[in-house]
């Protein structure tokens, strides 16, 4: 079967470093997505990787490693106003994005 | 800019009633989606359309209906309202190709059945 699975919640401190971990199992494999969400919120687009590797977006970077079915999203220099929950999807053979329930972060001052 | 408008925002309405929510875009997107989203779930694709004219069915389309008339506007329809279909629905839209998970999302509907 499919399956995204990412922690459920995670709590940062202003200012500091957060890894967001998120594996997946995707009948096939098109890519890997992370999206932001506030609370009451659409979500929205982060971040796209299909090759192994970090890619850089000023504070947020996501990795994959397709051989070992694993990404994260790393989010420095952690702001209040980047308490949302993030969502992990992976895109099967069918380019039909298979989502995690997401990671509520909360970032303490 | 208006991207992708969903109405209502929000209703409440009684089991066995008919709904349709509504959702239009204007970035001229050839695929749109519809998502229901319950707590501690993620995101479930209900039904969806890759240009106008075609839909096809998600995850979960049972009790749901579309339509894809034209490229602009994507309905949905609850023919029979029932409780557990209790959720927050979100209409999104790609214009496919290599962006086709690049999803851009309505602002969701909270439908409450009783």
């Known amino acids: 079967g499919q399956n995204i699975d990412q922690p459920t919640e995670m709590t940062a401190t202003e200012g500091a470093i957060v890894q967001i971990n998120c594996t997946y199992q995707?009948?096939?494999?098109?890519?890997l997505f992370w999206y932001q969400q506030h609370a009451g919120e659409a979500p929205t687009f982060l971040s796209y990787n299909v090759l192994d590797g970090l890619e850089e977006k000023g504070r947020f970077s996501s990795f994959l490693s397709r051989s070992k079915g694993y990404s994260y999203l790393l989010l420095k220099e952690l702001q209040m106003k980047d308490s949302a929950s993030y969502l992990c999807?992976?895109?099967?053979?069918?380019?039909?994005?298979?989502w995690g329930a997401g990671t509520k972060l909360i970032i303490k001052p | 800019i208006a991207g992708i408008t969903q109405a209502p925002t929000s209703q409440i309405l009684a089991a066995g009633r008919r709904m349709t929510l509504r959702c239009t875009q204007d970035m001229r997107h050839n695929a749109m989606y519809w998502y229901r989203q319950d707590l501690g779930l993620g995101l479930r694709l209900i039904h969806y359309s890759n240009t106008a004219g075609t839909t096809g069915k998600g995850e979960v389309p049972d009790g749901y209906s579309v339509s894809r008339a034209n490229t602009d506007d994507f309905p949905l329809t609850l023919a029979s309202a029932v409780p557990s279909q209790t959720s927050v629905y979100f209409c999104?839209?790609?214009?496919?190709?290599?962006?086709?998970?690049?999803?851009?999302f309505g602002e969701g509907s909270r439908l409450t059945v009783l």
């Open positions: 995707t009948s096939g494999f098109n890519g």
């Open positions: 999104a839209s790609s214009d496919g190709g290599e962006n086709t998970g690049e999803l851009f």
């Open positions: 999807a992976g895109m099967d053979s069918n380019y039909q994005l298979i």
